[in-house]
Structures are given as C-alpha cells and as structure tokens.
C-alpha cells in the first residue's frame, strides 16, 4: 500500500508540474511577446495537448487503482482455495491408505502361495535357519484362502 500511495503522490507532483508548465507558457513579459506567443501557440493545439495529459493521466490511475485491487485481493486468504486443497489432501491420503491396504493384502497373498508351493525339504530348511514363518500369520495360515478386497472401479 505505501508503493501505491508514493505513486499517487509522484502522480499529484507531475500533474502539478504540467500545470505550471502551461501556465509558464502565458506568462509573457511584454504585450509584443504576448501576441507573439498567442499567435504562435493556436488554442486548438493546445487544448489537444491538455486532453492527452488527461487522458494519459487517467490511464496511470487505472493503473494504480487495478494495482490497488490486485494487493488488497492477494492480502485476503481465499476461503474456497484452502477447503479446496483440503479436500483434495483428504482424498489423496485416503486413496494412499487404500492403496497401501492392497498391497498388504497382495503381499500376504505371495506369501501363502509361496508358502503352499514351497517344497517341504526347503520349508523344513527354512524352520531350522530360524525364519520368521511361526510368527508371520500370512505363513503360519497358508492353507486359508487368498482373499483381496474388492477391487475399485477404474473409470
């Protein structure tokens, strides 16, 4: 905000400036120079070239006004941005949490089948080095079936 206040006031000093720039320009000394300078300087010019400072003018104030409305919207927390985000964070950690659900389901699936399929010389190998399957339910319940979750729905 003080950025937009110093340029109001550069804005103020500048249209201060035309203005006495164009009052310098009747501020003649003698009647001769006066006519002189009347004659010199049609008033139709002149008043065109007031009208573009004018115009030129009002385009900066836009400006500052569209830079004033910028910096007040950007101060404001957006209320719908952050539900929003939330929701999607929401959805994404359950979808995760879904995931890592299949994946246990998955790996204890290998498990029991591998169990099923080893050979018993190489179970009988594995008890003795002291593997974790007397521990692992996924091991020690291989004859039950495999059984996932429902699958969701690809769209």
């Given at each position: 905000?003080n950025?937009?206040k110093t340029?109001?006031?550069?804005l103020i000093?500048?249209?201060?400036?035309a203005i006495?720039m164009?009052?310098?320009?009747?501020?003649?000394e003698?009647?001769?120079a006066?006519?002189?300078a009347t004659?010199?300087q049609d008033?139709?010019h002149l008043?065109?070239?007031?009208?573009?400072?004018?115009?030129?003018?009002?385009?900066?104030?836009?400006?500052?006004n569209?830079?004033e409305q910028?910096?007040?919207?950007?101060?404001r927390p957006s209320?719908?941005?952050?539900?929003g985000r939330?929701?999607?964070?929401?959805?994404l950690?359950?979808?995760m949490?879904?995931?890592r659900?299949?994946?246990?389901e998955?790996e204890?699936?290998?498990?029991?089948?591998d169990?099923?399929?080893?050979?018993p010389a190489?179970?009988?190998a594995r008890k003795?080095?002291?593997?974790?399957s007397?521990?692992d339910?996924?091991?020690?319940?291989s004859?039950?079936?495999?059984?996932?979750?429902?699958?969701p729905?690809?769209n």
């Amino acid at each position: 905000m003080n950025v937009i206040k110093t340029w109001r006031v550069a804005l103020i000093i500048m249209l201060c400036a035309a203005i006495g720039m164009t009052a310098s320009a009747y501020r003649v000394e003698s009647p001769k120079a006066s006519r002189e300078a009347t004659e010199a300087q049609d008033t139709v010019h002149l008043e065109r070239r007031i009208s573009l400072l004018e115009q030129r003018f009002y385009s900066v104030e836009t400006s500052i006004n569209r830079l004033e409305q910028q910096a007040t919207l950007s101060q404001r927390p957006s209320v719908t941005q952050s539900n929003g985000r939330e929701m999607e964070v929401n959805l994404l950690r359950a979808e995760m949490e879904t995931l890592r659900r299949r994946i246990l389901e998955i790996e204890c699936g290998l498990l029991k089948l591998d169990e099923r399929t080893m050979m018993p010389a190489a179970r009988e190998a594995r008890k003795k080095a002291g593997a974790s399957s007397s521990t692992d339910p996924c091991r020690l319940y291989s004859e039950s079936p495999v059984q996932l979750s429902t699958r969701p729905s690809v769209n």
